[in-house]
């Protein structure tokens, strides 16, 4: 029996389904419209692939989604959880008080309440002042009688000792069972705020990713897929099983960027690359190494700063549907786009608004198949010579984002993926080669239904008092042990990354490591 | 001036590029310096003239690791311990605080200090930028002790010293900070009107607010936010690019690094290396110097031309480098003594930022 996995991923205009077989190789694919609530859309964007390529539903084992839930959550600032906000760290750190500069109306939305208790660690991983117990039992206690829906705890060098915020979690489980815990140090790294944000958005969404879980559960139900596994697209390019997403939702939020540069690896076998993936609104340009997205900056999320690591991607407003506005000589494209509308809009469908689409196919570079696509309607309206400058225009301005993403002055391999792709020519400045691969239109989806599972772990140390290997070891048992908690095949993992920052003027050695490890999907 | 929530943001940030990649995070400093002024008094910022020259001046600080500052953030406490601590030691009260140096939390820290104490500031500093050690300071250049001096941390612990120089009361005084964890408040250059007056660089805290005002002003308006920079402190820009490295490592003692920047835009096929210690210190452009110490070197973000600070670097950021001349006070031979590029190790004879710009 074959076993097939189902990709989906959900982008500002599209969602995608494909099936891959269990070496990824692309069977099938199909595109909808993103729906407001996301989840219609997914279920639209399954059933299209499954009727397409009719392959026994019985043997499709996985079904991985790359989603928006929860970035949408956030910033419509919907059904957003109430969260208790526990800081361990006074008297230190009460010059600046939990949420303080969060946007106001996400604020309410979603901080209850917080206490900040005595305790919390030094560098070193000594306390600074003895744990405030009673205080952390008051605390829970009030967040009980307050009926919030998740506790998030964050206390001052967890990540070099969780003693502190291990203890919340014990008391918690007796005092408050049915109140999820959050404890910063399984979500983020060195940054007492941006871990504590990361923290409290991470319970406030636990409850909206229940929901689109038990959606998505019952849609498999229907769709006759009852019985595969599920997987959720996480933001360095690996997937995660149901169960470890539910605690961890904040882990999907900008995971549909990084899977079409997984995407690219898979279609192409090619590890390291410069991803250009082009869609209808903006084109999202990447680095490809050694078969996974380079994770760089840490993202403020709606307003909140956080130390949640994305992709080193930029994004720039060129992609299909991008407007094209001319006057006395002036070109400009994007970042308006008309969007899923192009079909509307866009000349060549008969419509008014110039887009680069329309150029792509008056220049002869782009074909689309559809009757009612006549790129003849173009070549009537606008000259080729302005056709040929606005064309140049756009690709200079790709060249340009290309360059500002690369890091080396030397050509690098550019695979172009996404919708829009085609638009893009087969030479481009600073490109040693230009690859558009077959399927291009699904990488997307294809990242999502191929990716491993992975996770990461980031701890600090000071060399001086645990030893250089004994240090990179605990990292490397922690990240194995969450990698089997987030489903990976024990017999398959790997270490895919070990990372050692020194933490500067600190004397005893002081480093913070960080290990990635995958593994392949428990299936 | 009665400084508003929108100064403060701007002093920060204003400040945070003055202090050339040192002086802690402006985002922890804008913080604390807004939540002081909502729970605490009214801050009153004041020329350096209106202190007598008999007047007590005490500047305050944050001084320890910006790695530990970002986790451990302060109570908010200990700088009114200092300054209480500082007062009952020298048996007279302090008529006004004021900036040690620029920099996103040390150009706030004594913000803080008058909102909970009401005393008011005084628009100057001991630096107009940021340097990484206690007696790099223009007041230390007059001649102006360091100590008697406090240390305190978020516990309570305090600590007075009193040093033969001031060279000794930077060792003893980082050995302190390191047994507090990493970092402490301290209360340093406690002295009179006149001694200050003589050794302050004027109107460092104003200039921050002003580059602050520019660049929020620039954003609104959709026009050059570099530009809004530049016109100001009369800096130009070193350089553009990505950041492709961060380099860390100890040597002889001090914990230093450099970052490697990738040219793109006009500085394609390019690079430059930026030499750091808690502060960047040299810029090399393709092997050439292009600026040193004690000119001012900031790396900015490229879009927001938000200053991003030396334990903030890494892989991936766009940025912009930019030069800004110092404080004439520095380009004195002891001043070139004391904080040029030969103190820090490197081999370069210290030339003015626009001298060298000239000759490339």
Redesign the interface.
């Known amino acids: 029996m074959t076993r097939y996995v189902l990709g989906v991923d959900v982008g500002s205009t599209h969602t995608d389904a494909v099936i891959v077989d269990e070496s990824g190789n692309f069977i099938n694919g199909a595109k909808t419209i993103t729906t407001p609530d996301v989840t219609t859309g997914i279920i639209t964007s399954m059933r299209l692939v499954l009727e397409k390529s009719m392959v026994d539903r019985d043997e499709v084992a996985a079904v991985s989604f790359g989603t928006t839930h929860i970035i949408n959550a956030i910033v419509q600032r919907r059904r957003l959880g109430r969260v208790g906000v526990i800081r361990i760290?006074?008297?230190?750190?009460?010059?600046?008080?939990p949420g303080?500069?969060w946007p106001e109306d996400l604020r309410k939305a979603v901080i209850a309440g917080y206490t900040i208790v005595r305790g919390?660690h030094?560098?070193?991983g000594e306390h600074?002042?003895e744990l405030d117990r009673d205080g952390v039992v008051k605390a829970l206690n009030a967040f009980r009688e307050m009926g919030v829906d998740a506790v998030a705890v964050t206390s001052?060098?967890s990540i070099v000792n969780p003693e502190h915020e291990l203890f919340v979690k014990e008391r918690a489980l007796e005092t408050i069972p049915e109140i999820p815990i959050v404890l910063s140090y399984e979500i983020g790294s060195?940054?007492?705020?941006e871990r504590e944000n990361a923290t409290i958005l991470n319970a406030a969404v636990l409850k909206v990713m229940q929901r689109a879980i038990t959606a998505l559960e019952n849609a498999l139900h229907e769709l006759g897929l009852g019985h595969a596994k599920m997987f959720f697209a996480q933001n360095d390019g690996t997937v995660a099983t149901v169960e470890y997403i539910a605690r961890y939702p904040i882990f999907t939020v900008v995971a549909p960027i990084s899977n079409s540069i997984r995407g690219a690896y898979v279609l192409t076998r090619i590890p390291n690359a410069i991803v250009v993936d082009t869609g209808g609104t903006t084109s999202n340009i990447g680095v490809l190494r050694r078969g996974y997205p380079?994770e760089?900056?840490e993202i403020e999320i709606s307003g909140v700063?956080t130390n949640i690591r994305s992709p080193?991607v930029?994004a720039v407003g060129l992609a299909g549907g991008s407007i094209v506005k001319v006057s006395e000589g002036d070109i400009s494209v994007g970042p308006e786009s008309v969007g899923y509308r192009l079909i509307e809009e866009g000349i060549a469908w008969g419509g008014n608004t110039i887009t680069a689409t329309d150029i792509a196919l008056a220049k002869g570079i782009m074909m689309i198949e559809d009757p009612r696509c006549r790129p003849e309607l173009v070549k009537s309206k606008i000259d080729s010579a302005l056709v040929d400058k606005v064309y140049e225009k756009m690709v200079k301005m790709l060249e340009?984002a290309i360059?500002?993403?690369?890091?080396?002055?030397e050509p690098e391999t550019v695979i172009l993926v996404g919708g829009g792709s085609a638009m893009w020519p087969q030479k481009l400045v600073g490109a040693r080669e230009v690859i558009r691969p077959e399927f291009a239109q699904y990488a997307n989806a294809v990242g999502a239904a191929t990716a491993l599972i992975g996770a990461s772990v980031e701890k600090a140390f000071s060399y001086e008092a645990t030893p250089r290997e004994k240090a990179i070891d605990m990292v490397v048992d922690e990240a194995k042990k969450r990698a089997v908690e987030a489903g990976a095949d024990p017999s398959t993992l790997d270490v895919a990354e070990v990372e050692e920052?020194?933490?500067?003027?600190?004397?005893g050695n002081?480093v913070k490591i960080r290990v990635k490890v995958i593994g392949k999907l428990k299936l | 001036m009665i400084l508003s929530a929108h100064d403060i943001r701007d002093m920060a940030l204003g400040a945070a590029i003055l202090g050339a990649g040192g002086g802690g995070d402006p985002?922890?400093g804008m913080?604390?310096a807004?939540?002081?002024v909502e729970k605490g008094r009214k801050v009153e910022l004041l020329d350096p003239d209106s202190a007598d020259d008999s007047d007590f001046i005490v500047p305050v600080a944050m001084m320890?690791?910006?790695?530990?500052l970002?986790?451990?953030?302060?109570?908010?406490?200990e700088v009114i311990w200092v300054l209480r601590s500082i007062e009952k030691y020298y048996g007279r009260e302090a008529n006004y605080i004021t900036q040690i140096e620029a920099g996103g939390v040390n150009s706030m820290i004594p913000i803080?200090a008058a909102a909970y104490t009401g005393k008011p500031l005084l628009n100057g500093d001991g630096m107009g930028r940021a340097f990484p050690e206690l007696q790099m300071v223009t007041f230390h250049l007059i001649g102006v002790k360091a100590t008697p001096m406090v240390l305190s941390d978020?516990?309570?612990n305090s600590v007075v010293l009193d040093t033969i120089d001031n060279f000794w009361a930077e060792r003893i005084a980082r050995a302190i900070t390191?047994k507090f964890?990493?970092s402490a408040y301290i209360a340093i250059y406690a002295m009179s009107g006149k001694d200050y007056k003589r050794g302050v660089v004027r109107y460092t805290p104003s200039v921050a607010m002003e580059i602050g005002r520019a660049i929020r002003e620039a954003k609104r308006r959709g026009v050059n936010v570099f530009d809004a920079i530049l016109d100001i402190v009369k800096g130009v820009i070193l350089f553009r690019g990505?950041i492709?490295d961060v380099a860390?490592?100890?040597l002889g003692g001090f914990?230093?690094?450099e970052v490697t920047i990738?040219g793109?835009?006009d500085y394609?096929?390019s690079r430059m290396v930026v030499k750091f210690q808690?502060e960047n210190l040299v810029a090399i452009r393709d092997g050439n110097v292009v600026a040193t110490t004690p000119d001012i070197i900031s790396i900015l973000d490229i879009e927001s031309a938000k200053p991003i600070t030396?334990?903030r670097l890494?892989?991936?950021?766009?940025v912009a480098v930019v030069g800004i001349p110092c404080d004439s006070k520095w380009r004195t031979e002891e001043g070139i003594r004391t904080v040029g590029p030969r103190y820090f190790g490197y081999d370069v004879d210290y030339v003015p930022i626009e001298v060298r710009i000239r000759g490339v």
């Open positions: 760290g006074a008297p230190a750190t009460r010059s600046v008080e303080l500069d919390g030094e560098y070193t600074i002042v001052v060098f060195v940054g007492l705020l380079r760089a900056l700063r080193d930029i340009d360059d500002r993403v690369k890091t080396s002055p920052i020194a933490m500067p003027y600190l004397p002081a | 985002y922890i913080l604390m807004i939540q002081a320890g690791t910006p790695t530990v970002i986790e451990k953030i302060p109570g908010g406490d803080v978020e516990r309570g390191i964890g990493g990505k492709i860390r490592f100890n914990a230093r690094g990738e793109f835009d394609r096929n808690n030396t334990e890494r892989y991936g950021l766009r």
